[in-house]
């Protein structure tokens, strides 16, 4: 079993501050600053661009993809880092097409992030003329996967409610009717086990940034099944996909496997704060982290329902949702502007949405319970309505 208290240790929260938006940057860990300043320093600084050899910089994407991919239920060498997020959807989509040439429907959701779509959007555009995509709501992906469909594209945990897909029954529908799978992983991965391998996934991406806890600006990562590795296309040819980058060919030739889906430098630094932050991951029970981060999901629902009257967004039955919890209030903004503005941080999404974190590694019954108690204040004395609290911020 997982001690949470050793694992909370490792992580630099400041005095005063109860951290529930994980889910969207995750809190510095304690080894990390020492790590980016030895790259800084003792790497670059000493052995300047020799680094690239003396310092392994190089293989550093495959060997943090796979460190990644034990999270995630990844074969061993088919996942990699690097670029971001929207690069990897662009790829994944990009192969996923040219791998089913006889369909041209993208199938996704309303409750997918809007990053998802606008990649596909900017895709169609550059594909001849008869490509589509579709989105229906959540609950009609199921019954939406025709033999029309080339690529069904889904978001595992729906970033606003928190509603979960269940990966395993939609991948066997999409493939009963001849369709490829891509899953955004960016609500899942460090979130809870996934089981990419086990559930047959044709394509994943992540990030880095929310649950695993790699800073701001970490990159993403990608996942092709075996069965795909040797005939996807990357669609963006970077020289780093290249199968020998420094013949500095003129034409592409895609490297093998998983490095073809390389595109650009390695983010070194940001390689070396994500590094640190999987440090802490080779302590942790994913079984016993999802077990009691739907403990304290529980118990904040049942502390914030009895002393409010905030709309529950995430659905109640566990299984059905990922690792954060969401209310609904007309004025959800200025209500977490007020809460921010008392130590408590979460965050608003666009229309009504208050989301809330819900992150074991750093979080205790203690702060579950305090951020329930300063909601439930906020709320029963009106302190939402202040000016200062309705101000829209650049980020919200």
Known sequence: MTDFSQTRALFDL????????????????RATAARVAQTVQDEWGAHLIS??????????????????????????GHTVIGDTLSIKVFQALAAALKLNPDRRLILSDTGNFPTDLYMAEGLLKLLPEGYELRTVAPEEVASAITEEV???????????????????????????????????????????PVHLADCGADFAVGCTYKYLNAGPGAPAFI????????????ALAGWLGHKAPFAFD?????????????????PVIQMAALEAALDIWETVDLDALRARSLELADRFIAKVEAT???????????????????FRHPEGYAIMQALIARGVIGDFRAPDILRFGITPLYLSETEIDHAAEVLADILATNAWNAPEYKERKAVT
Request: aromatic share 6%; net charge neutral; charged share 20%.
């Open 14 to 29: 400041p005095a005063g501050v109860t951290y529930l938006d994980g889910n969207s940057l995750g809190p510095l860990p």
């Open 51 to 76: 680094a690239w050899n003396a310092c392994g910089w190089m293989a550093k994407p495959r060997a943090l993809g796979d460190r990644i991919g034990a999270l995630i239920g990844a074969e061993p």
């Open 150 to 192: 080339a690529v069904m594209m889904i978001t595992e945990v729906d970033y606003r409610t928190g509603r979960r897909h269940d990966m395993q029954a939609l991948t066997q529908l999409a493939h009963d009717k001849g369709a490829l799978t891509i899953w955004d992983l960016a609500h899942s991965a460090g979130a809870f």
């Open 223 to 234: 996942y092709v099944a075996p069965k795909h590795a040797a005939e996807a296309e990357p």
């Open 250 to 266: 003129l034409g592409y030739t895609a490297g093998d496997g998983i490095d073809r889906m390389r595109v650009g430098t390695p």
């Open 308 to 326: 409010t009257d905030l709309t529950l967004a995430t659905p109640r039955a566990p299984r059905d949702r990922g690792s954060q919890v969401s």
